[in-house]
């Protein structure tokens, strides 16, 4: 069973700091990993997605993946109060499961004015 | 470029029926998966459809079940509904050409059951 744990938060920052989300995997040989971030009551919205080692930039989201520590993470920058909201990583299967996203249970983040 | 198209959004139901729901996927895509999301376990993957053939499944009972028509719309159907079944159901859709590929979510349909 592939295990995914984020940091349970929830995650206070004030606007325009960075905010910094975690997420472990259990399994070595994952290759696909993802970001998601959902609003209050509104489905996951994709944000990012990595598939090598090192930093992938897009605005003010950077994801970084370090597959020999099995960890990625997700940078905020200059973050905003619309910033809020719950942050969900995911990670795809293997081989027979690859179409499939086993999801950590999201970070909350709350970025206050 | 139309996103995911989910229907109802909404859905009332009693223990003991069933119940059909509906996606359509971004226009291209040929994969579509479907999730369920409770508050206490979170996203969790139902199964995953790509040219008309589940090709992946999770770990559900067999009164969920679903299908994949050849345009790529795809139906959810549960039987034999349980107040546990009270979610929010998901369906993703991704190109599918890569299973890894990234996958985008429609609203969704919120399912409660009296």
């Known amino acids: 069973q592939k295990e995914v744990e984020q940091n349970s938060g929830p995650l206070s920052v004030p606007e325009g700091a960075i905010a910094s989300l975690n997420c472990t995997y259990s399994d070595r040989g994952s290759q696909s990993f993802f970001w998601y971030r959902q609003y209050s009551g509104k489905s996951p919205e994709l944000i990012m997605f990595?598939?090598?080692?090192g930093d992938k930039e897009d605005g003010r989201f950077t994801a970084q993946l370090n597959k020999a520590s099995q960890y990625v993470s997700l940078l905020i920058r200059d973050s905003q109060p619309s910033d809020s909201a719950t942050y969900l990583c995911?990670?795809?299967?293997?081989?027979?499961?690859?179409?499939?996203?086993?999801f950590g249970r999201g970070t909350q983040l709350t970025v206050w004015p | 470029k139309a996103g995911v198209t989910q229907t109802p959004r909404y859905l009332i139901k009693t223990r003991g029926q069933q119940v059909t729901l509906s996606c359509s996927p971004i226009s291209g895509h040929r994969s579509v998966s479907w999730y369920q999301q409770t508050p206490g376990q979170g996203l969790q993957f139902l199964f995953e459809?790509?040219?008309?053939?589940?090709?992946n499944k999770g770990n559900f009972p067999g009164r969920f079940s679903g299908r994949q028509f050849s345009n790529s719309r795809s139906e959810m159907n549960v039987s034999t509904l349980e107040l546990g079944d009270s979610a929010l159901y998901l369906c993703?859709?991704?190109?599918?050409?890569?299973?890894?590929?990234?996958?985008?979510f429609g609203d969704g349909t919120r399912l409660s059951i009296l």
């Open positions: 459809y790509f040219s008309e053939t589940q090709r």
């Open positions: 995911a990670v795809n299967g293997r081989g027979s499961t690859l179409g499939r996203l086993y």
């Open positions: 990595i598939y090598s080692n």
């Open positions: 993703a859709s991704s190109s599918g050409t890569q299973a890894n590929q990234p996958q985008h």
